[in-house]
């Protein structure tokens, strides 16, 4: 069977962990060439070995994806290491910094904002001479190639959440930024779409009593949902059990790969129904 993602470049943010290093693992093992994109170099590093020891192509970009410089870094890097054709790319680096309306400082309003919204606008506009100019030659020489951008965003940006005004408003903001560029580059054949993850087991969903700590500019970030509302969700999902990295991955390989060639524009839901 031809693999899905045979020779193509593909860019994860956020693919040191979670959902992230799942869909890199993924994508590799699928035929793609996997650029692992994390703020944190030994999680990255260990994503890239993994690859190559199973006989697949990766290469890390470590940084701060909120950083202005840090997107032309990433899509260089992809261009030295595979070449000009950029084909996948999947904005997934993100955290959360809860807070209910009355406690939430300004700081914590703009940091989700940037991470979930602005970041990935600037990662697809520094690709965008890449991917504008290579569809050009593919219509000048009459080849229909679809490439994809998979944003990935939350069931809190459609249902909204309490205690996430911060990210559920920059969830659902990515997923008009997500409609409007579908529509704006569907004329060079690339597909734009949105992943809407329920509850996934990662790092962020974890128990929040565990005290994990995300540290950025100095600061650092608790994670973690309280356990009695973790005990609380689960009831609430049809399928009555929180969802896997590797289901999250299977979901955004979907979008990737020439299954979803005529999907653009669209929100893909997944959260084991609920």
Not at 65 to 92: E, M, Q, Y
Not at 225 to 245: A, S
């Amino acid at each position: 069977m031809e693999l899905m993602l045979k020779d193509k470049n593909c860019i994860i943010t956020g693919s040191g962990r979670g959902i992230g290093r799942a869909t890199a693992l993924l994508f590799a093992k699928e035929g793609g060439r996997v650029v692992v994109s994390d703020l944190d170099a030994g999680p990255a590093n260990e994503v890239v070995e993994e690859i190559k020891s199973c006989g697949g192509q990766a290469v890390a970009c470590i940084g701060d994806v909120t950083d202005r410089a840090f997107p032309d870094r990433l899509i260089k890097t992809t261009v030295a290491a595979f070449g000009p054709s950029i084909d996948v790319i999947v904005n997934n680096a993100g955290y959360i910094w809860d807070a209910v309306i009355h406690k939430m400082s300004d700081e914590q309003w703009e940091a989700m904002l940037n991470i979930h919204l602005t970041a990935p606008f600037r990662v697809i506009r520094a690709a965008a001479p890449y991917i504008r100019e290579a569809a050009k030659k593919d219509k000048e020489a009459g080849r229909l190639i679809t490439r994809k951008i998979i944003n990935i965003a939350s069931t809190a940006g459609l249902d909204g959440s309490a205690g996430q005004t911060n990210y559920s408003s920059a969830k659902a903001a990515l997923v008009g930024f997500t409609k409007s560029l579908a529509k704006e580059w569907g004329p060079l054949n690339v597909c734009v779409n949105t992943v809407a993850f329920g509850f996934i087991e990662t790092r962020l969903t974890q128990v929040k009593e565990k005290n994990d700590l995300i540290e950025l500019d100095g600061k650092k970030v608790s994670v973690g949902i309280p356990e009695n509302r973790r005990d609380m969700l689960k009831p609430m999902i049809p399928l009555r059990r929180f969802g896997t990295p590797e289901e999250g991955a299977g979901a955004v390989l979907l979008m990737a790969s020439p299954l979803s060639d005529y999907i653009t524009g669209e929100v893909l839901r997944v959260a084991g129904g609920k």
